[in-house]
T-cell receptor, first 112, second 116 residues
Framework: GDSVTQMEGPVTLSEEAFLTINCTYT??????LFWYVQYPGEGLQLLLK?????DKGSNKGFEATYRKETTSFHLEKGSVQVSDSAVYFC???????????FGGGTRVLVKP | GAVVSQHPSRVICKSGTSVKIECRSL??????MFWYRQFPKQSLMLMAT?????????EQGVEKDKFLINHASLTLSTLTVTSAHPEDSSFYIC????????????FGSGTQLSVL
């Protein structure tokens, strides 16, 4: 079945550091890929998405590229801020199942 | 933006009692709602999908009689954990799909259930 694997946290960074969160997936067919973010005390919010190979999703300085050859969708940000402290979830939506499959989440803590 | 309200955010109950969790879409009609469960340091696991006015579709391994889902209106779905036991302690999250052409998905903030 479909699965998503992402790096375990917590990831602790200093402000303005470079952030990478690895995400790889296993799916049937050609899924859409997502990154969701959960800020403390809030619900999950869609951060960015990509629907086909080589697409790059971007939002709020974050980027992720859909790499079919490596079945990956790594999240990157060049210069993090304290306000980026949150839990980040990688997810896929398989066309066959029409439901989201999530990774385990990665907690990111950015220190001033 | 669209908001999904989930209540309560935290609940502690005694073993054997039932707990109801509400999920409301505040400014859109949710034709479909999803219920997820998350154990510490693990993925969100889809428990069931509910469509307004029809029975919920449960994922394999999820007990229908234990996790009762009702989606009686386009803005409200409830999850009732019946005869709760300590192993039911978990983080439950709902999400709602906007029934318009956008088909966007919005999440509640989750409910931490602790069964003593």
């Amino acid at each position: 079945g479909d699965s998503v694997t992402q790096m375990e946290g917590p990831v602790t960074l200093s402000e303005e550091a470079f952030l990478t969160i690895n995400c790889t997936y296993t799916a049937t067919g050609y899924p859409s890929l997502f990154w969701y973010v959960q800020y403390p005390g809030e619900g999950l919010q869609l951060l960015l998405k990509a629907t086909k190979a080589d697409d790059k999703g971007s939002n709020k300085g974050f980027e992720a590229t859909y790499r079919k050859e490596t079945t990956s969708f790594h999240l990157e940000k060049g210069s993090v801020q304290v306000s980026d402290s949150a839990v980040y979830f990688c997810a896929l939506n398989s066309p066959a199942g029409n439901k989201l499959t999530f990774g385990g989440g990665t907690r990111v803590l950015v220190k001033p | 933006g669209a908001v999904v309200s989930q209540h309560p955010s935290r609940v502690i109950c005694k073993s054997g009692t039932s707990v109801k969790i509400e999920c409301r879409s505040l400014d859109f009609q949710a034709t479909t709602m999803f219920w997820y469960r998350q154990f510490p340091k693990q993925s969100l696991m889809l428990m069931a999908t509910s469509n307004e006015g029809s029975k919920a579709t449960y994922e394999q391994g999820v007990e229908k009689d234990k996790f009762l889902i009702n989606h009686a209106s386009l803005t409200l779905s409830t999850l009732t954990v019946t005869s709760a036991h300590p192993e039911d302690s978990s983080f439950y999250i709902c999400s709602a799909r906007d029934g318009t052409a956008s088909e966007k998905l919005f999440f509640g903030s989750g409910t931490q259930l602790s069964v003593l």
